[in-house]
C-alpha cells in the first residue's frame, strides 16, 4: 500500500464550474477525513466518515460541497459553483478504528479559482 | 475540544536540539497529545503521540508533565530538513467517533546553517 491517494494533485478552473476531488485512503483504514488549507494556515476540518457514513460536517462546509463515500472505500469531495475563496489546499487522511493510531494524509489537491 | 497555544515560529542551528512547547490547558482526561510535521505543498505527517510523562522514537521525544497542561516536542540535533511547520494536536486518541484532529496555526520550525 502506498499511502493516501489524492488526485488530481493541481486542478484550476473558472469562477462557477464544478470541481471534483478524489481521494483513495489506505485500504483497512475505515475513517476519511477532508480538511482545506489555506496559506499560512493549519488545516480546517471539513468532514469526515467512517466506513460510507458521513459522521460530521464543518459549517466551513457550505450547501455547494458535498463528500460521499460509496461502499465505504474512495471519497469523493465536489465543490459547485466554485468561488475564488475556494482556492486552497484540500487534504484527505484517512485513520484505522483503533485507539492511539495516527491519521495518514495524503500530498492533497490544489485548487485554483480563476 | 480543548485549544492548543504554541509558538508561531523558532529559528535554529543544525545539529543543535530544537524544543517546541504548546499549551492545552483545557485537556480533558480522553485527550491525547499528538505532533504532526507538514512541509510546502505536502499533507501533515504524524511524529509522534502521548498521553503522560515521555515518548520517545526514532524521530522525536515527547515530554508532558504531570498535570498534561503542557507538552514539548523535542528534536535532537535538527540538520535544514527539520524546516518545516509542527502541529500540537490534542483529542481523543480512543477512536471513539467524536475523535477528529483540529488543528492550530503551527509553530515554523527554520533550521539555518
Known amino acids: 500500500d502506498t499511502g493516501v491517494s489524492q488526485d488530481p494533485r493541481h486542478k484550476i478552473t473558472k469562477r462557477g464550474q464544478n470541481v471534483t476531488f478524489r481521494c483513495d485512503p489506505i485500504s483497512e483504514h475505515n475513517r476519511l477525513y477532508w480538511y482545506r488549507q489555506t496559506l499560512g494556515q493549519g488545516p480546517e476540518f471539513l468532514t469526515y466518515f467512517q466506513n460510507e457514513a458521513q459522521l460530521e460536517k464543518s459549517r466551513l462546509l457550505s450547501d455547494r460541497f458535498s463528500a460521499e463515500r460509496p461502499k465505504g472505500s474512495f471519497s469523493t469531495l465536489e465543490i459547485q459553483r466554485t468561488e475564488q475563496g475556494d482556492s486552497a489546499m484540500y487534504l484527505c487522511?484517512?485513520?484505522?478504528?483503533?485507539?492511539?493510531?495516527?491519521?495518514?494524509f495524503g500530498q492533497g489537491t490544489r485548487l485554483t479559482v480563476v | 475540544l480543548a485549544k492548543t497555544t504554541q509558538p508561531i515560529s523558532m529559528d535554529s542551528y543544525e545539529g543543535q536540539e530544537v524544543n517546541i512547547t504548546c499549551s492545552h490547558n483545557?485537556?480533558?482526561?480522553?485527550?491525547?497529545i499528538t505532533w504532526y510535521q507538514q512541509f510546502p505543498s505536502q499533507g501533515p505527517r504524524f511524529i509522534i503521540q502521548?498521553?503522560?510523562t515521555k515518548v520517545t522514537n526514532e524521530v522525536a521525544s515527547l515530554f508532558i508533565p504531570a498535570d498534561r497542561k503542557s507538552s514539548t516536542l523535542s528534536l535532537p540535533r535538527v540538520s535544514l530538513s527539520d524546516t518545516a511547520v509542527y502541529y500540537c494536536l490534542v483529542g481523543d486518541g480512543r477512536g471513539g467517533s467524536n475523535y477528529k484532529l483540529t488543528f492550530g496555526k503551527g509553530t515554523l520550525l527554520t533550521v539555518n546553517p
Open positions: 487522511a484517512s485513520k484505522a478504528y483503533r485507539e492511539n493510531t495516527e491519521a495518514f
Open positions: 483545557n485537556i480533558a482526561t480522553n485527550d491525547y
Open positions: 502521548g498521553y503522560k
